[in-house]
């Protein structure tokens, strides 16, 4: 029987990493990340796994150290917020570009300046096309449960790329919450060891991270874009197979109330869970109000957001992160996705949450109210930064 | 030394492993150091290479001339790659999923993928202590690039992003030294050699490659297009910034010095000046100024010689 504990939510991450027989480690402390890694650190050190654990001295060659481990074939891991992030960004693209699965946890933290440790999604959104399979999570238990099912995608050979788990700095990651652990034998049958296609090794020797001339750069990166559109099926395919085995479901695009409502709450994240707090009261107060959560940002599952969405008169888009001199990127997102359609709801954007700021269930009812109003008096494509002291 | 240097290079394995036709100008000594680590440490290796003129000119996708194992991933992070290699091999072999056998990790890029964009991680490697053999092939700028000077381009070099001028002389600064960084990390190797003495190169690299841990060899490689020289005198102009002391060939082993050619008597300076269009602006005074410092160092050099340390 799966056994239910309450442990901090940077430590269930280690715990998987170490379940899922990671080969090596690469580490370097930032806030709010550090956690994760001091708890691998120990879990090395007191020789409950066999892994390369070791200490680099910059997140760019904690990433590059992946990357060479990945090639060899071995199963890398890494985690990383903010400036760190912003420090390997150059090595996300080239990891991507050459098709090389790993897993990398990004305890989200905003992006200075100003400095600030606090949780946002700017981070992320900073290498947001660098190719990789992106999950954002909504608590702990989801945050250890996708730990293997990044691993055996990623590994898949019609998938392999690297993945990336959003999980939000703070407000997650330094939580005590209760998790479900799977049993061992369980997760050694869901995530067998890694059978690269190609590794680097002198038996049969191969050449990678070849340049392209223009003739044929194109092409390559068509194949890439291609490839992770198309790893699609096998994400859910992924998560079946997850779900099968410990009941927990998980989907691109997942709703609260939604299938009736006229006003839908659009988020990501761990805002998720307050959300649908503000949307039961809104729901008992009589109101026709529901919630879409964006699980999978990349590939962006634009089907599944229509389908949830497009019934709806309007949305309220909730961004973490700005897009300076635009509007947030989900919303951005979002609006793409349905442009194609007549009838079409509203976005109406709100950037709220930025560095930590809490955002409660009154918050998101207000955004629903200000949001209700405004597209009502015609401001039917709004945008600002909530809750700003003026 | 000279003339058994000259005949004994047939002695080395005919094998190539860095396959003929790749893409280097004439007259290339980066391309002959690189062959001949190559056959140094023969098929059981896997390299990690720095972006610069040897991954340009090896790797033009679909063609390669790497009959080895052969990755290239960034400018800045080639010793952290190769971590992530030589780990990874390490843990692989314990756990049993390939088999076991000695397997060298290489390490490879020029003056500015070492000495300045990629020391941090340089650094880190060495000082982790992964078991990997990092080669410099100093052509003494990013030449790759066009000819742009670097921390390891040496006085007085004219360089497109330091060019004489009536105000400023080329290179103003002096040459960052790159072995004696690497050990003072206290790495159980480290050692400079020179295309031109390719028997002493090859013996070097073997050495780097036995010895358990991380070891350092950094190669001067004459360039024809960055240095403004013909050619066909590659391997003359390698024989003579050894022989001037303008780069001392030595080991240091476990931190003991050890110079693996001396001269009594140095050659003069102008020698190795005169041949190369980069140095064409130097008067007599700024060569005079270069060749004291050269003796000087290359004093202290023979001084930590003979001491050992």
């Not at chain 2, 022989?243 to 060939?249: A, K, Q």
């Not at chain 2, 050269?294 to 001491?307: N, P, S």
Request: proline share 5%.
């Amino acid at each position: 029987m799966a056994k239910r504990v309450g442990m901090e939510v940077s430590i269930a991450a280690a715990e998987a990493v170490r379940q899922a027989n990671v080969d090596v480690i690469s580490a370097y402390p930032i806030t709010p990340q550090t956690h994760i890694v001091e708890h691998l650190s120990e879990i090395v050190a007191n020789g409950e796994m066999d892994a390369e654990f070791f200490c680099v001295e910059s997140e760019h060659s904690a990433l590059s150290v992946c990357v060479g481990a990945a090639a060899t074939g071995a199963r890398a891991f890494t985690c990383t917020s903010s400036q760190g992030l912003a420090l390997m960004s150059e090595i996300t693209y080239i990891a991507s570009g050459l098709r090389l699965p790993m897993l990398m946890i990004i305890s989200n933290r905003t992006l200075s300046a100003p400095l600030s440790i606090w949780n946002d999604h700017s981070d992320t959104m900073s290498i947001r096309d660098c190719g990789w399979i992106q999950f954002f999570v909504e608590n702990g238990q989801e945050v250890y449960d996708h730990v293997f099912v990044s691993y055996r995608l990623g590994e898949d050979r019609n998938v392999l790329f690297p993945v990336i788990i959003n999980m939000d700095g703070f407000i997650l990651s330094h939580v005590i919450e209760p998790i479900e652990l799977i049993e061992q034998e369980k997760i050694d049958q869901f995530l067998p060891p890694y059978q690269p296609l190609h590794r680097l090794h002198p038996d049969r020797p191969v050449t990678m991270g070849a340049f392209a001339l223009p003739g044929i750069f194109a092409e390559a990166k068509k194949a890439q874009e291609e490839a992770l559109r198309s790893s699609m099926p096998k994400i859910t395919e992924t998560w079946k197979a997850f779900g099968d085995m410990t009941g927990r479901y998980y989907h691109p695009v997942e709703t609260h109330k939604a299938e009736d409502a006229d006003t839908l709450l659009v988020t990501m994240g761990s805002c998720s869970e307050t959300a649908s707090v503000a949307v039961d009261k809104m729901r008992q107060e009589g109101r026709s109000v529901g919630l879409v959560k964006i699980r999978l940002w990349r590939p962006f599952p634009f089907d599944e957001l229509k389908k949830a969405a497009l019934h709806a008169k309007q949305l309220v888009v909730i961004d973490r992160a700005i897009s300076v001199g635009a509007c947030g990127p989900v919303a951005s997102e979002v609006k793409a996705a349905l442009y194609g359609y007549d009838q079409r709801p509203s976005v109406y954007n709100f950037v709220a949450g930025i560095s930590g700021r809490d955002v409660t269930p009154s918050d998101f009812i207000k955004m629903v109210d200000k949001a209700e109003i405004e597209i009502e008096e015609g401001n039917k494509e709004g945008y600002e930064i909530y809750g700003v002291r003026e | 030394m000279e003339n058994l240097n000259v005949f004994a290079v047939r002695t080395l394995t005919q094998k190539e492993y860095f396959a003929p036709g790749h893409r280097s100008c004439q007259g290339c000594a980066e391309a002959l150091a690189v062959r001949l680590v190559a056959k140094a440490l023969g098929r059981n290796v896997v390299i990690a290479a720095a972006t610069g003129c040897m991954e340009i000119v090896s790797s033009p996708f679909p063609y390669t001339s790497w009959r080895v194992p052969w990755f290239h991933v960034a400018f800045e992070n080639t010793a952290a790659v190769a971590s992530g290699i030589e780990s990874a091999l390490k843990v692989l072999m314990r756990k049993g999923r390939i088999p076991q056998k000695k397997i060298v990790t290489l390490a490879m890029a020029g003056d500015g993928g070492t000495a300045d964009i990629g020391l941090q991680a340089l650094s880190g490697a060495l000082e982790r202590g992964h078991d990997f053999v990092y080669v410099c092939t100093d052509n003494e700028a990013y030449m790759n690039t066009g000819i742009q000077r670097s921390s390891s381009t040496p006085f007085g070099a004219s360089t497109t992003t330091s060019p004489a001028g009536k105000m400023k002389q080329g290179q103003i600064t002096w040459k960052k030294n790159m072995p004696a960084i690497a050990a003072a990390h206290n790495i159980p190797y480290v050692a400079t050699a020179c295309p031109s003495y390719p028997i002493d190169l090859v013996q070097k690299v073997k050495k780097a490659a036995d010895i358990e841990g991380p070891a350092y060899v950094h190669i001067l490689s004459v360039c024809p297009t960055g240095w403004r020289s013909v050619p066909d005198i590659s391997i003359k102009l390698g024989r003579l910034a050894v022989e001037t002391g303008v780069f001392p060939l030595y080991e240091v082993e476990h931190g003991k010095y050890h110079l693996s050619i001396d001269f009594p008597k140095l050659k003069p300076m102008k020698e190795y000046i005169r041949l190369q269009g980069r140095f064409r602006h130097m008067t007599d005074e700024m060569i005079e100024e270069a060749q004291n410092r050269v003796h000087r160092e290359y004093e202290q050099l023979k001084e930590k010689a003979k001491r050992g340390f």
